[in-house]
């Protein structure tokens, strides 16, 4: 027999879906099915009972191959490659709750780490932005119930926030919308014809690291000023016609992601579009949001956001807190070889980072704490598997509106297994008898 | 638990009513208790020193999205301010919005244990209890805020009382929530629109109910609950010139309503930082101070409590669940400025303010704040509070209690200003002699904020059978002494008990303590009705599920509740 588990939260993206259904055994130690979940989503879910899982950490032999190792063993590596180094690094945090986020942080403290999280090759430029110029934002729900304006700009939510269309943006039914998306406009401002630019009303096919100066000129257009007749490869109607949609909107929503964030311009490309957020105030309503893309990158920012005062590239090693982006970023650090030790949990820079900066994981004492095998585990001395955050153990995590939601669990882990949390609970015992504190 | 004996004092106690007499305190398992009582205790020599209780703080923002919002987009404000990791105390920055460890060791320092976060946005309750949960050695609890709740504005657009008292419990218990707290009623909900609602008869849009409406029937809902604490509010149209009127006609909405508690407050409307809402003027030129007319109401009217919220002239952080003033401020200062709408509840905004002496507008702020509180004729119901972060950082109550014992403190900040005579004559500070005792600091510090809150019978106090929180100073009031000397002593309190334990020694933080989360479940009869629109808002409107929203015990790891019955 089996039942079912209601209201699971999905730890997969930053849409942080709450609604996902989960058919588990009677005994709660398989997951047979997943329903609301998107295709990306069940996977994650699904994944958690394959066969072929690692269950036990493993160390790198000297011929390359893997040897068994305990859980004791792989606390006590750990322990001592973070004591042992002058200026560790401690990288990921994004798909682990706010828990082991706690702990980890504690322990950067304790050892003189640098803590960085994967914002650091995704929305650190957002960050830095609202630094420099705030941010007018809100909840998902207020796009829901209010928002008749969707904009989205560098970014493909059809495909990597798969329900954030139908939950909170262009489809729902909300309070004062009604008509659903019938009464809504949407404009997405993307080089390249994706899905998403499919359900647009205007599609900007923007020259490629041309953002920066496509915002400007919305600006320009807001105030009914001239504009040469292309702008960043759009001719100027198009741009007046798309500012005229935008300011005879009630309620404006800005949604960005990496094709701002990572492209020509980085944190000024930002800077660019909550100004433009900030001048549509002075017409009507306008908010800007991330497209935060890990599940709990949010919420990383906020527990060091409590602890330290900084969201991401918080350098610990001088017994107090520091934040330089360019500087105490996880690729600048790893490349100028200015780290002795790695850490890395709940991501995978492995696959994301650029060769020059993975190698230099490779070369150093290095543990990986991750339930899946990444690149990164490949390239790692240790890896230690845990247990699945938001599906075999709970915990806080935050959406992309930074709401915080209680990730749930709905089945247990294989037996033995530890979570991110218990593991760096231990790590921090075995760390503080190192130092006989 | 150890006992102590803490000797020779010269104690300041509203509670038990002594006034800097020498006595000796005694505690035991957590509580004060006869001094006969304790048969071995640990003896702190208290001799030249003085003693009071820990103290309490009705209205800070120490916690949550919009003060984490105000310590992630301020690098600025970590700059030269971090201390490192020592002894049992964590690393620690930041000065206007500090980190939440030294949230809570900077509040110990000053001899403070309990600390209310004074707006919570209800579908962030989780973030405000992780930071509440790493907060140091404090009590803590959260107001959530109600004032433009979409059920309460169409509860009471009907005056259905019942039923807004029945959705005002079942939202405490389901964000572990302390007390009703209202927010620019109205403003807020029709700031999702880019508007506000500038007086109390202002009509919400599409609501169609008015400011005066929302906030009569919180009051009567509050009352109807008999919950510890009165409705907490901040009025419409803050931080404008001439909005005294707005604040004179938000509080006679609480005449003729009497207290129905059995908490032992006297009041039904607490308002907050009425600093901010005692302007003249109708213009920045001639912006003037109208603290007078504002007092002489509080003083004749005994079922109102009011905190200061004191300018203190420092560079800081503004935060508040009123958004259109921030977006409105951000206009004036042209600074950074962060926003977030929270969806069928509330709204938020942030912007850094620099309170500079040497703008006459600033300087006329600070004198009202003082004004308030030396006009007050009970210290009992009149607050010490710089509506943290926003008229300045708490880590200055210190630099108030100087200004409001000593009028040659405050000659000597009046005469540093730039634009002095306009100050002068918009003012009435430097025409008023008060100097208030220490007696006087204890009713605005201690035990009138305890028994504001419903919270006389644990703090607030140093007789028997109360926590023993308690703060013995440095300060010798019997000596002659120069200002600052004020202002150095309760600064930095030379030992700090909370629950009975010692948490500071000789200036020095020993113990991370005991902290607690309080928080109010309120009992009422089954209400269907309330329960199928909560149900059904949250299927239509919200974007989490209802069984989503609670939040569990996992993030109060050490509660406190206090148990309301509401079914008679």
């Known amino acids: ?437 | 638990m150890a006992e102590y004996l803490i000797k020779n004092g010269f104690v300041f106690d509203p509670v038990i009513g002594i006034r800097g007499d020498i006595a000796d305190i005694a505690i035991k398992d957590g509580k004060f208790v006869e001094t006969s009582e304790v048969k071995d205790p640990k003896v702190i020599d208290a001799a030249g020193k003085t003693v009071m209780a820990g103290g309490v703080d009705v209205h800070a923002h120490v916690a949550g999205p919009k003060v984490n919002v105000g310590r992630n987009f301020r690098p600025e404000d970590k700059l030269f301010t971090y201390k490192p990791r020592s002894g049992v105390e964590r690393m620690q920055g930041g000065f206007s919005v500090p980190t939440t460890i030294r949230t809570g060791y900077n509040y110990a320092r000053m001899g403070y244990t309990t600390v209310m976060e004074a707006a919570m946005p209800p579908l962030y309750a989780r973030h405000t209890h992780e930071e509440i949960r790493d907060t140091p050695i404090l009590d803590q609890g959260a107001y959530p805020v109600f004032g433009n709740n979409w059920f309460v504005l169409e509860y009471l657009r009907n005056d259905e009382i019942e039923n807004t008292a029945a959705y005002v419990a079942w939202l405490l218990r389901a964000t572990k929530g302390y007390a009703v707290k209202v927010v620019n009623p109205g403003g807020t909900e029709a700031w999702g629109w880019g508007l506000n609602c500038e007086n109390i008869h202002d009509p919400v849009p599409y609501f169609n109910i008015t400011p005066a409406q929302i906030v009569k029937g919180l009051i009567e809902a509050n009352e109807y609950l008999g919950l510890p604490h009165s409705m907490h509010i901040h009025a419409n149209n803050l931080g404008n010139p001439g909005n005294y009127t707005t604040t004179l006609d938000t509080f006679r909405l609480s005449e003729g309503i009497r207290p129905r508690s059995k908490f032992g407050r006297d009041q039904v409307m607490h308002h907050t930082h009425v600093q901010f809402h005692s302007y003249g003027g109708d213009s920045w030129a001639n912006f003037e101070s109208k603290a007078p007319e504002i007092i002489d109401y509080v003083n004749s009217h005994d079922n109102i409590t009011i905190d200061l919220g004191a300018v203190t002239l420092d560079e800081t952080t503004t935060m508040t669940a009123d958004g259109p003033f921030e977006h409105h401020l951000t206009e004036l200062n042209h600074l950074k400025w962060a926003n977030t709408d929270v969806e069928l509840e509330t709204g938020s905004g942030v912007v850094p303010y620099i309170y500079s002496p040497s703008i006459k507008v600033c300087a006329i702020q600070w004198c009202i704040g003082l004004e308030l509180a030396l006009l007050a004729k009970d210290p009992m119901r009149v607050f010490l509070s710089t509506d943290h972060p926003n008229a300045g950082p708490f880590t200055r109550y210190p630099r108030i209690m100087k200004w409001l014992m000593s009028e040659e403190a405050r000659n000597q900040q009046i005469d540093s200003f730039k634009y002095r005579d306009k100050v002068i004559d918009a003012t009435n500070l430097a025409g008023i002699d008060r100097e208030l005792d220490l007696y006087e600091i204890a009713q605005m510090t201690r035990a009138g904020p305890a028994k504001a809150l419903g919270l006389s019978q644990i703090y607030g106090g140093l007789a028997p059978g109360l926590d023993a929180d308690v703060a013995v100073y440095d300060f010798n009031p019997n000596e002659p002494y120069a200002p600052d000397d004020i202002e150095t002593a309760f600064s930095s309190a030379e030992h700090l008990f909370k629950t009975g334990v010692q948490v500071i020694r000789d200036h020095e933080i020993v113990s991370n303590g005991n902290k607690r989360t309080l928080w109010v479940n309120a009992k009422v009869n089954e209400n269907p009705q309330v329960m199928r629109d909560v149900r059904e808002k949250f299927l239509r409107y919200y974007t989490v599920t209802l069984n989503n929203y609670e939040v569990s015990g996992h993030y109060l790891p050490n509660p406190y509740v206090i148990e309301v019955d509401a079914t008679q």
């Open chain 1, 1 to 437: 027999m089996s039942r079912t588990v209601t209201d699971v939260i999905c730890p997969f993206c930053g849409t942080l879906c709450d609604d996902i259904e989960v058919v588990v055994s009677d005994d709660g130690r398989k997951l047979h099915e997943v329903y609301n979940a998107c295709a990306i989503g069940a996977e994650k879910f699904l994944h958690s009972q394959a066969k072929d899982r690692i269950t036990r950490p493993r160390m790198r032999q000297d011929d390359g191959s893997w040897k068994e190792i305990t859980y004791d063993e792989a606390i006590d590596y750990t322990a001592r490659i973070l004591v042992n180094a002058k200026k560790p690094l401690m990288y990921g945090w994004s798909s682990t709750n706010c828990e082991a986020q706690a702990i980890g942080s504690e322990i950067g403290e304790v050892v003189g780490a640098v803590v960085d999280n994967t914002a650091t090759v995704c929305h650190g430029t957002s960050l830095i932005a609202v630094q420099d110029i705030g941010i007018p934002s809100c909840t998902l729900g207020e796009v829901k119930n209010r928002a008749d304006r969707i904009l989205f700009w560098g970014c493909n939510p059809a495909h990597a926030h798969p329900r954030h269309m139908s939950r909170y943006s262009i489809f729902p039914r909300g309070f004062f919308t009604g008509k659903g998306h019938t009464a809504r406009k949407v404009i997405v401002v993307d080089p390249r014809p994706t899905d998403t630019a499919n359900v647009a009303d205007i599609h900007l096919q923007v020259e490629q690291g041309r953002d920066y100066e496509l915002f400007d000129a919305f600006r320009v257009a807001f105030k009914g000023e001239q504009l040469p007749d292309f702008v960043a490869g759009i001719p100027k109607e198009k741009i007046y016609e798309a500012a005229e949609m935008l300011k005879s909107g009630r309620f404006v929503i800005i949604f960005f992601g990496m094709g701002v964030t990572q492209s020509l311009g980085k944190n000024h490309n930002i800077d660019a579009a909550i100004a433009v957020t900030r001048d549509l105030n002075e017409y009507t309503k306008a908010a800007i949001m991330p497209m935060r893309g890990h599940y709990n990158v949010t919420g990383s920012g906020q527990v060091w956001g409590w602890l330290f005062g900084f969201p991401y590239a918080v350098d610990l090693s001088r017994g107090f807190a520091r934040y330089n982006p360019g500087e105490t970023t996880a690729n600048d650090l790893l490349r100028r070889d200015e780290v002795d030790a790695v850490l890395v949990i709940a991501s995978d820079p492995g696959a994301h980072f650029p060769f020059s900066s993975v190698r230099k994981i490779y070369e150093l004492p290095s543990v990986a704490i991750d339930p899946h095998e990444t690149p990164t585990t490949e390239v790692c001395k240790v890896h230690v598997p845990v247990a699945f955050v938001g599906v075999e153990v709970g915990g806080c995590a935050y959406r992309m509106d930074n709401v915080p939601i209680e990730t749930r669990k709905v089945v247990e882990p294989p037996d033995g297994m530890m979570t991110d949390e218990e593991f760096l609970r231990r790590v921090l015992e075995r760390i503080k008898e190192l130092q006989g504190v």
